[in-house]
């Protein structure tokens, strides 16, 4: 399973090169239409970090899925939509279902109690994905709009949250050395110089 974990503001050129390498279908799945390069890039300009929240799955230090989060406190206080796109590589090994799950904790520990998603009717892995997680579906115009409701946040909640942010960061250290361990070692006669 890949190292999963929030996507930090500085990480957004990962996240963008992640959006432009899904392929045609994917992309077509994610946006819920078709979008161009430069689509991506102002997608990925315009992102407000104070109201995204980025999850993030990373295979030997690449991203490969994330799911975004964003919401508008001022506009919509208790609601939010979420996005989500895991690479071919990943698919059907439950990536996006722990994306899924994890950023409806985020959610609600932010006081949402509403998460929309929209997806193509088609999409068979989505619509499995929001029932899974209790999502109620409705048909609007050949696509999907999947409605989580959200209870308030709890002890348990929270701390679940702050435990996986613990566990990605601490995943993501040990993956990082273990990509520094095999780096070569240097010769005993260079040390001894």
Known sequence: MPVIRKILPTELPQYRAHLLRLDRADRYAR???TL???AVERHCAAIDWGRTVILGAFEN??????V???GDRILWPQQAEFGISVESTLQGKGVGSTLVRRILTVARNRGIRHVHMMCLSENVRMRALARRFGGWLALDSGEITSRFEL?????FSLALEALEDGTGAFNSIL???AILGRLPTPSPQRLAA
């Open 36 to 38: 161009s390069d430069e």
């Open 175 to 177: 993956s990082g050395n």
């Open 31 to 33: 946006f819920t239409g």
């Open 61 to 66: 230090g690449v991203l490969r899925g994330a």
């Open 68 to 70: 975004e989060l964003c």
């Open 151 to 155: 209870p308030p946040p709890n002890q």
